[in-house]
């Protein structure tokens, strides 16, 4: 991973996005990883929101269905159909639209942090959930997504190189948003 979260803030970090992404690598499943790093946030009082897949059943296939962290109750099918004998997902523009509620309620509010799903197939082509997260960007929300390897250069390019890429461990999670808290803190206060 080009980037390293484990010293504090310097000038060299302070022009980066507070944007970062966990590269799946086979090691662990993200979304169990970011739904336990949610609830430890939030177990500590921070006001995490966003959107996360549910974490993948071993044998089964992956449910193209996103959570909303407020209510897990509510979740969004994003998926088209596609066929008995399809092979792969296609995903729903008009399903991720209606889910991208979820992250405007979450700038409304002032989230501590924003969670999204992917930085997927429709964000690397500059749809998706994309106009959502750079309104979180432009508040200095701290977003965090899940990003297959093969979308690494459209989100460099979409950063400009100035986003985080993460390994999938929970001390890399914490190291990157503590990171983040402490500049917001400073800039706040």
């Not at 002032?110 to 997260?133: I, K, Y």
């Not at 250069?153 to 402490?182: C, D, H, M, N």
Request: aromatic letters at 6%; proline letters at 8%; charged letters at 20%.
């Amino acid at each position: 991973m080009p980037d390293s979260v484990s010293a504090p803030p310097t000038a060299a970090t302070s022009n980066k996005l507070p944007f970062a992404v966990v590269v799946q690598d086979g090691s662990e499943d993200a979304d169990a990883l970011l739904a336990r790093f949610a609830a430890s946030l939030r177990q500590s009082g921070r006001r995490v929101r966003g959107l996360i897949q549910p974490p993948r059943v071993p044998g089964q296939p992956r449910p193209m269905v996103v959570i909303d962290l407020d209510d897990e109750n509510i979740r969004y099918d994003i998926s088209n159909p596609r066929g008995a004998n399809a092979r792969g997902c296609l995903v729903s523009p008009s399903a991720v639209a209606d889910a991208s509620a979820v992250l405007r309620r979450a700038r409304a509010e002032g989230a501590d942090l924003v969670m999204v799903n992917r930085f997927g197939t429709l964000e690397a082509s500059g749809g998706g959930l994309v106009a959502e997260m750079l309104e979180l960007l432009s508040d200095s929300i701290p977003v965090l997504a899940v990003i297959n390897p093969r979308y690494l250069e459209e989100w460099r390019s979409f950063t400009g190189g100035t986003g985080t890429e993460l390994p999938p461990r929970i001390q890399a999670l914490q190291a990157w948003f503590e990171q983040w808290s402490a500049q917001r803190a400073r800039n706040n206060g």
